[in-house]
């Protein structure tokens, strides 16, 4: 069996320069508080509470004076401002591209345009960029949430780093007829999208992909749907102890892509768990 190895691979950017700074505050302060969890990949986590980190869900839940950590996707000004007044040391940890779309969001609110973004409106990052602008915020999925949508005088769009290029243009037409002025930042990362354009080659060129990611990643979702948009016969697993034998069966090329939250230890875990078959 030939393994394509689509590059690139491993954290992006953004991931890798939190997760860093995170282990560095956990070798200075040996116990670090993350609002949520740091990295949407379980076993990347259960290392990093190894080291001592404490998962919390919400400010009320911090010891005076504590050290926390903020994760990737970003969180809002209220809560910042809450940990401050705790006392507490804050390590931030947003990603460049987040904190990107977080000044759009806020500078398009300040120059009177309706804010829509374009993501999950669940996910953290969405809700840290919601946090930023001023007003109310309209977050949409795909063109269906556009038709209930007002008609308004001016609206701005902005878009979850981690959202795919595809699903971004065809809301954007979708909004058109709805706005006499329309303003678009296209705040998705490159790192995501040479990530997509990496699992379209790979769909073309092998007989299956496996696409390695905590099963609560949406960037490493997005791949899986990108994949299967190609027809491509696809594998979503989060270690190399859930490759599923069956799937390998016949397929004599497969290609290996992983989500910009997974670390190089568990996707070379995985691809000497496949090299050895």
């Known amino acids: 069996m030939k ?12 991931v890798k320069r939190a997760i860093d700074e995170l282990e560095r505050a956990l070798g200075r302060y040996g116990e670090v508080y993350a609002l949520g969890s740091p990295i949407h990949n379980e076993e990347e986590v259960k290392r990093l509470i ?3 980190l404490k998962l919390i869900e919400k400010v009320e839940c911090l010891p005076p004076n504590a050290v926390v950590f903020i994760r990737a996707h970003g969180t809002t000004p209220e809560i910042f401002d809450m940990v401050r007044k705790k006392g507490s040391i804050v390590i931030d940890g947003t ?3 987040v904190k990107n779309a977080q000044e759009k969001a806020r500078l398009l609110s300040k120059e009177g345009y309706n804010v829509v973004v374009v993501g999950d409106p669940k996910h953290p990052e969405v809700q840290s960029i919601k946090g930023h ?9 795909s063109p269906k949430d556009v038709e209930a949508f007002p008609a308004k005088d001016k609206i701005g769009v902005v878009s979850q780093t981690t959202q795919e290029e595809g699903m971004l243009l065809a809301i954007v037409s979708a909004l058109v007829p709805k706005s006499r002025e329309l303003r ?15 699992v379209k080659k790979l769909a073309s060129e092998t007989e299956g992909v496996i696409v390695i990611g905590g099963h609560n990643s949406t960037n490493t979702a997005k791949l899986v749907e990108v994949a299967k948009k190609e027809g491509c016969d696809v594998l979503w ?8 034998e069956d799937w390998l ?7 290996i892509a992983a989500g910009a939250s997974t670390p190089d230890w568990l996707i070379n875990d ?8």
């Open 3 to 14: 393994l394509v190895i689509g590059k690139p691979l491993g954290f992006c950017f953004g």
């Open 50 to 52: 190894s080291m001592g």
């Open 95 to 97: 990603c460049p591209s």
């Open 133 to 141: 602008a001023l007003g109310e915020v309209y977050v949409v999925t």
């Open 184 to 198: 678009v930042y296209n705040t998705i990362c490159k790192a995501t999208l040479h990530r997509q354009e990496t």
């Open 237 to 244: 697993i989060a270690k190399s102890d859930e490759i599923d």
């Open 249 to 255: 069966k016949n397929k004599s090329i497969i290609g």
């Open 270 to 277: 995985v691809i000497s768990s496949l090299s050895c078959r």
